[in-house]
C-alpha cells in the first residue's frame, strides 16, 4: 500500500505565500491518484486539489482555484502545493492523499492520508 510523508504547514499574515510537500512510496510501479484535502474541526472535508501521477487534467476546488497550484516531481513521486493570496479562510489542517486509481477528481475516494499539517492565516 501506500505511505505518506508531508511536510510544510507555518502561520502567515492574509496575503501571504506557503508551500506544502509530499512523498509518496510504494513498491509498485504503476501510476497512481495524488491530492490534497483539508478540514476544520466541525466542518466537512474540502477537496483542495488533485491529480494522476502520469499526467492529465488538474483538479482544484472552486474555493482555491486561481490562487494554489498543485505540480509533482514523477522522479521521486514528491506532490507540491504552493498556496499564494492566503486568507483567513484558508486556515484548516492540510492532509497530503494518494490512492490507485486512473481517474482522480476530487470525488473519488482517498483511503490513503498523510499526516497531516497545520496552516493558519491571521493578521
Known amino acids: 500500500f501506500l505511505k505518506i510523508v508531508q511536510s510544510g504547514g507555518d502561520s502567515v499574515q492574509p496575503g501571504g505565500s506557503l508551500r506544502l510537500s509530499c512523498v509518496a512510496s510504494?513498491?509498485?510501479?504503476?501510476?497512481?491518484?495524488m491530492g490534497w484535502f483539508r478540514q476544520v474541526p466541525g466542518k466537512e472535508r474540502e477537496g483542495v486539489a488533485s491529480?494522476?501521477?502520469?499526467?492529465?487534467?488538474?483538479y482544484y476546488g472552486a474555493s482555491v482555484k486561481g490562487r494554489f497550484t498543485i505540480s509533482q516531481d514523477n522522479g521521486k513521486n514528491t506532490l507540491d502545493l504552493q498556496m499564494n493570496s492566503l486568507k483567513p479562510e484558508d486556515t484548516a489542517m492540510y492532509y497530503c492523499?494518494?490512492?490507485?486509481?486512473?481517474?482522480?477528481?476530487?470525488?473519488?475516494?482517498?483511503?490513503?492520508w498523510g499526516q497531516g499539517t497545520q496552516v493558519t492565516v491571521s493578521a
Open positions: 492523499v494518494a490512492e490507485v486509481g486512473t481517474s482522480c477528481p476530487l470525488i473519488r475516494e482517498y483511503y490513503n
Open positions: 510504494t513498491p509498485s510501479t504503476e501510476d497512481y491518484c
Open positions: 491529480l494522476f501521477t502520469g499526467g492529465g487534467v488538474l
